[in-house]
Nanobody, 123 residues
Framework: QVQLVESGGGLVQAGDSLRLSCAAS????????LGWFRQAPGKEREFVAY????????HFGNSVEGRFTISRDNAKNTVYLQMNSLIPEDTAVYYC????????????????WGQGTQVTVSS
């Protein structure tokens, strides 16, 4: 079992950058593949980014491709989401999630979830 806690959210202007962190405890993070998802009010949870256990494979949702980067530091039990060129449509609660297995963009395939951190982008 692993516990996940997100941090780094806040209020920024369009065009700004922000880095989110997800810290794990209870189990070494290196055994899990990790994903970032986001959910805006009244909308379904949306896939944002994925990184494999070793960090060698990454995937991104179409809406953030080319703007966001995912990375991990297994020694620190932490995964990061670097968000650049933010736009108002990026406003949402951002969640990190962990799973054992190959790439998936489906929230139901992830076993562990953090509580989320709010990101708000003003125009």
């Amino acid at each position: 079992q692993v516990q996940l806690v997100e941090s780094g959210g806040g209020l920024v202007q369009a065009g700004d950058s922000l880095r989110l962190s997800c810290a794990a405890s209870g189990r070494t993070l290196s055994v899990y593949a990790l994903g970032w998802f986001r959910q805006a009010p009244g909308k379904e949870r949306e896939f944002v980014a994925y990184i494999s256990r070793s960090g060698s494979v990454t995937h991104f949702g179409n809406s953030v491709e080319g703007r966001f980067t995912i990375s991990r530091d297994n020694a620190k039990n932490t995964v990061y989401l670097q968000m650049n060129s933010l736009i108002p449509e990026d406003t949402a609660v951002y969640y990190c999630a962990a799973r054992s297995g190959v790439y998936s963009s489906t929230p139901g395939n992830y076993d562990y979830w953090g509580q989320g951190t709010q990101v708000t982008v003003s125009s």
